[in-house]
């Protein structure tokens, strides 16, 4: 096992910068996922650590080792990838074996491995398959496998899920997180599904055009979220944003948004006729029929009108429009809504995200 | 209505919406280029000719008896079996390595593979020649620098003596053909998914490693597919012997067409060369259908 400390790193392509200036510090033993949009960098980073991207400047560490120089085969890594490149003329048996017999290691060890590994990832009965004869989840484990019998000190996951179907999607993330409890590797995992990020991760790192954007647990980021980005990023449905300008009546201060007067947190820093973006979580939003009576603000918002109820089974999702904006709220309550109906939405002020209108900065 | 009016009158097979029409002019050239002569060379095949007078008669094992029993006959099979086996050996392999070599994004290989096709494009018989003026003891620059080198002396000349004769030949086709095993392996190499090659290189294996464990089981069915194309070609190798050695010295270098050519043009003996020239086929046709069995190549 082994920390990874990843200092002022860069990758350019001819003249396209596509990571800039990157300082990542990854303790040992932790599970962190990489985080972004399509095209943010973060699977150039990853191979980056993996050794199969040059490095054009900046250093990567591997125990406080540099490893610029030091050839993936060396590196002592595992990875899998997202399309599982698995040896399509090998048994699944000689797949996971190969990093084995490449180093002459006992055959009598390398048999006890594969089995150790099969055993853990239900592969006994498909070891002298090929891989065409494999479903994806199946391809997906054999890949895994191929990884854990190395015994790595550190493991890199590509976007490994994005293949398979949903259901899998969910079984799979829970065993690669069991199996990381188990064998407390260092892992890399990069994924652009934020709920696998927030449900497997010990530490977040969400990115965006080549620069990290924000780090920290799951949690810290979703309740914190540093920009507008990152609050739109994180949370599914994602959190509510509205554009709004700051105004005061009676000595209270307001976002309004068109005839929509939102109340603000008494410890709010904003000036009146600052431009903000309002962020609301949909959880934080109390849906009612009537007007609320012990409103937590002087304010009343206006009503918004009920477009679309989806029912989740635990909660249900409302979906309605407030003054041209579309807005979602989540109730564990069983209210039933129809469209066309009129909904009281009051947000929790605790929870209310306000973002710079210019910067997009959280205030 | 509407459809008379379309076919004009026409019978449907003769309409363009029938097949026939449109594989009528490729399957007339196949009948007349490629099965009429070998229903005829057949059929000649059966007659024994007289060529003092100038007559044949049908005698159906007549040709055959003589074909089996013919020394020349075996001895070509051997040439021809050693000359297609080291060509396609050193084309095999030179042609991977040299693959290997121009399988790269880096500027200008672009050009290195588009100049390997340049000796495809010079007529075979041009080719023969070419080495011919090159092997000439007096004044051919591969000859005069096997001489400075000690390597040869001049009262051997590579194609007048029979142990380098067959040697010589081969050189001309490894020349002219290995740029063709160069661009079938070049497009398998092209074609590889590079994820393997990672994981490969993530679990510890060498680029040598890869190669034996990854490239060249991947591109089995591509190199078989490469042998079996050139293979077939070598075994009707005529035209470099026909004029680099014209079969000698000796029958040093008479390969199994040279020798049908030889019966044909020189004895006009055209139902033995018939004969013969079905035999080359037959043992290219039995070859070839054990390799594909052998290497289980699906067309």
Redesign the interface.
Same mark, same amino acid.
């Given at each position: 096992m082994a920390s990874v400390k990843i200092s002022k790193l860069e990758k350019q392509y001819g003249l396209l910068k596509v990571l800039h200036s990157l300082d990542l510090e990854i303790a040992d033993g932790k599970f962190v996922v990489l985080l972004g949009p399509s095209g943010c960098g973060k699977s150039t980073l990853l191979r980056m650590i993996?050794?199969?991207e040059k490095i054009t400047s900046g250093d990567v560490f591997f125990d406080d080792v540099r490893v610029n120089d030091v050839?993936?085969?060396?590196?002592n890594?595992?990875?899998v990838?997202q399309?599982?490149?698995?040896?399509?003329?090998m048994t699944v048996r000689k797949n996971m074996a190969?990093?084995m017999r490449?180093?002459n290691i006992d055959k009598k060890i390398q048999d006890e491995k594969v089995a150790w590994a099969s055993s853990i990832l239900g592969l006994d009965d498909y070891l002298d398959r090929l891989p065409k004869e494999l479903s994806g989840g199946q391809r997906q484990r054999v890949a895994m496998g191929?990884a854990i019998v190395?015994d790595p000190d550190v493991f890199l996951f590509d976007e490994p899920l994005s293949n398979l179907d949903a259901k899998l999607r969910v079984q799979m993330r829970t065993e690669i997180k069991d199996l990381h409890q188990r064998l407390k590797t260092t892992t890399v995992y990069v994924t652009h599904d934020q709920i696998e990020a927030m449900t497997m991760a010990d530490e977040v790192v969400i990115m965006q055009d080549g620069r990290i954007i924000q780090s920290g647990s799951p949690m810290e980021i979703y309740d914190n979220p540093n920009s507008l980005f990152v609050a739109q990023f994180i949370g599914s449905p994602g959190m509510n944003i509205i554009e709004c300008d700051v105004a005061e009546k009676a000595g209270v201060k307001s976002a309004n948004h068109e005839s929509l007067c939102l109340p603000l947190p008494s410890d709010a820093k904003v000036e009146v006729g600052q431009k903000i973006f309002y962020g609301i979580r949909p959880e934080h939003l109390t849906a009612n029929k009537e007007p609320s009576a012990e409103s937590n603000s002087s304010l009343t918002i206006e009503p918004g009108v009920v477009r679309v109820v989806e029912p989740t089974g635990p909660e249900t999702h409302v979906y309605s429009k407030l003054a041209g904006q579309d807005v979602c709220s989540i109730s564990r309550e069983r209210i039933t809504w129809s469209p066309g109906e009129a909904i009281h939405l009051q947000p929790d002020l605790q929870h209310v995200h306000l973002f710079d209108g210019q910067t997009q900065v959280a205030l | 209505m509407a459809a008379q009016a379309k076919s004009g009158g026409l019978p449907r097979w003769l309409t363009s919406e029938h097949p026939l029409p449109w594989l009528f002019p490729v399957t007339s050239l196949l009948i007349v280029f490629g099965l009429y002569p070998v229903l005829y060379s057949l059929w000649l095949s059966f007659y024994k000719r007289n060529p003092a007078t100038r007559t044949e008669k049908f005698l159906p094992s007549f040709n055959w008896n003589k074909l089996i029993g013919d020394d020349r006959v075996w001895d070509a099979v051997q040439v021809t079996f050693t000359y297609a086996v080291i060509a396609l050996s050193i084309q095999l392999v030179l042609g991977m390595l040299i693959a290997l070599l121009l399988d790269s994004d880096r500027k200008g290989f672009g050009v290195f593979r588009a100049l390997m096709t340049l000796p495809l494009v010079v007529p075979p018989a041009v080719t023969g020649m070419m080495f011919l003026l090159m092997y000439d003891s007096s004044f051919g620059v591969i000859s005069n620098s096997l001489y400075a080198l000690n390597l040869l002396s001049p009262d051997k000349p590579i194609l007048g003596t029979g142990s380098t004769a067959l040697w010589g030949v081969i050189v001309a086709d490894v020349w002219q053909w290995t740029p063709f095993m160069v661009l079938i392996m070049l497009a398998g190499l092209r074609a590889l998914?590079r994820?393997?090659f990672?994981?490969?290189?993530?679990?510890?294996? =060498?680029s040598i490693?890869s190669f034996f464990?990854?490239t060249l089981?991947?591109m =089995?069915k591509i190199i078989a597919l490469a042998v079996l194309v050139r293979g077939i070609d070598l075994f009707r190798i005529f035209d470099y012997v026909k004029v680099m050695t014209d079969s000698g010295p000796g029958t040093a270098t008479e390969t199994l067409t040279a020798y049908a050519g030889t019966v044909y043009f020189k004895s006009a003996n055209f139902s033995y060369a018939s004969t013969v020239a079905l035999a080359t086929l037959i043992l290219v046709l039995v070859v070839s259908t054990v390799f594909i069995k052998i290497f289980k190549i699906r067309f």
């Amino acid at each position: 096992m082994a920390s990874v400390k990843i200092s002022k790193l860069e990758k350019q392509y001819g003249l396209l910068k596509v990571l800039h200036s990157l300082d990542l510090e990854i303790a040992d033993g932790k599970f962190v996922v990489l985080l972004g949009p399509s095209g943010c960098g973060k699977s150039t980073l990853l191979r980056m650590i993996a050794g199969l991207e040059k490095i054009t400047s900046g250093d990567v560490f591997f125990d406080d080792v540099r490893v610029n120089d030091v050839h993936s085969k060396d590196r002592n890594i595992a990875m899998v990838f997202q399309n599982y490149a698995l040896y399509a003329h090998m048994t699944v048996r000689k797949n996971m074996a190969f990093s084995m017999r490449l180093k002459n290691i006992d055959k009598k060890i390398q048999d006890e491995k594969v089995a150790w590994a099969s055993s853990i990832l239900g592969l006994d009965d498909y070891l002298d398959r090929l891989p065409k004869e494999l479903s994806g989840g199946q391809r997906q484990r054999v890949a895994m496998g191929r990884a854990i019998v190395r015994d790595p000190d550190v493991f890199l996951f590509d976007e490994p899920l994005s293949n398979l179907d949903a259901k899998l999607r969910v079984q799979m993330r829970t065993e690669i997180k069991d199996l990381h409890q188990r064998l407390k590797t260092t892992t890399v995992y990069v994924t652009h599904d934020q709920i696998e990020a927030m449900t497997m991760a010990d530490e977040v790192v969400i990115m965006q055009d080549g620069r990290i954007i924000q780090s920290g647990s799951p949690m810290e980021i979703y309740d914190n979220p540093n920009s507008l980005f990152v609050a739109q990023f994180i949370g599914s449905p994602g959190m509510n944003i509205i554009e709004c300008d700051v105004a005061e009546k009676a000595g209270v201060k307001s976002a309004n948004h068109e005839s929509l007067c939102l109340p603000l947190p008494s410890d709010a820093k904003v000036e009146v006729g600052q431009k903000i973006f309002y962020g609301i979580r949909p959880e934080h939003l109390t849906a009612n029929k009537e007007p609320s009576a012990e409103s937590n603000s002087s304010l009343t918002i206006e009503p918004g009108v009920v477009r679309v109820v989806e029912p989740t089974g635990p909660e249900t999702h409302v979906y309605s429009k407030l003054a041209g904006q579309d807005v979602c709220s989540i109730s564990r309550e069983r209210i039933t809504w129809s469209p066309g109906e009129a909904i009281h939405l009051q947000p929790d002020l605790q929870h209310v995200h306000l973002f710079d209108g210019q910067t997009q900065v959280a205030l | 209505m509407a459809a008379q009016a379309k076919s004009g009158g026409l019978p449907r097979w003769l309409t363009s919406e029938h097949p026939l029409p449109w594989l009528f002019p490729v399957t007339s050239l196949l009948i007349v280029f490629g099965l009429y002569p070998v229903l005829y060379s057949l059929w000649l095949s059966f007659y024994k000719r007289n060529p003092a007078t100038r007559t044949e008669k049908f005698l159906p094992s007549f040709n055959w008896n003589k074909l089996i029993g013919d020394d020349r006959v075996w001895d070509a099979v051997q040439v021809t079996f050693t000359y297609a086996v080291i060509a396609l050996s050193i084309q095999l392999v030179l042609g991977m390595l040299i693959a290997l070599l121009l399988d790269s994004d880096r500027k200008g290989f672009g050009v290195f593979r588009a100049l390997m096709t340049l000796p495809l494009v010079v007529p075979p018989a041009v080719t023969g020649m070419m080495f011919l003026l090159m092997y000439d003891s007096s004044f051919g620059v591969i000859s005069n620098s096997l001489y400075a080198l000690n390597l040869l002396s001049p009262d051997k000349p590579i194609l007048g003596t029979g142990s380098t004769a067959l040697w010589g030949v081969i050189v001309a086709d490894v020349w002219q053909w290995t740029p063709f095993m160069v661009l079938i392996m070049l497009a398998g190499l092209r074609a590889l998914p590079r994820e393997p090659f990672e994981a490969a290189s993530i679990d510890g294996a =060498s680029s040598i490693q890869s190669f034996f464990f990854l490239t060249l089981p991947m591109m =089995s069915k591509i190199i078989a597919l490469a042998v079996l194309v050139r293979g077939i070609d070598l075994f009707r190798i005529f035209d470099y012997v026909k004029v680099m050695t014209d079969s000698g010295p000796g029958t040093a270098t008479e390969t199994l067409t040279a020798y049908a050519g030889t019966v044909y043009f020189k004895s006009a003996n055209f139902s033995y060369a018939s004969t013969v020239a079905l035999a080359t086929l037959i043992l290219v046709l039995v070859v070839s259908t054990v390799f594909i069995k052998i290497f289980k190549i699906r067309f």
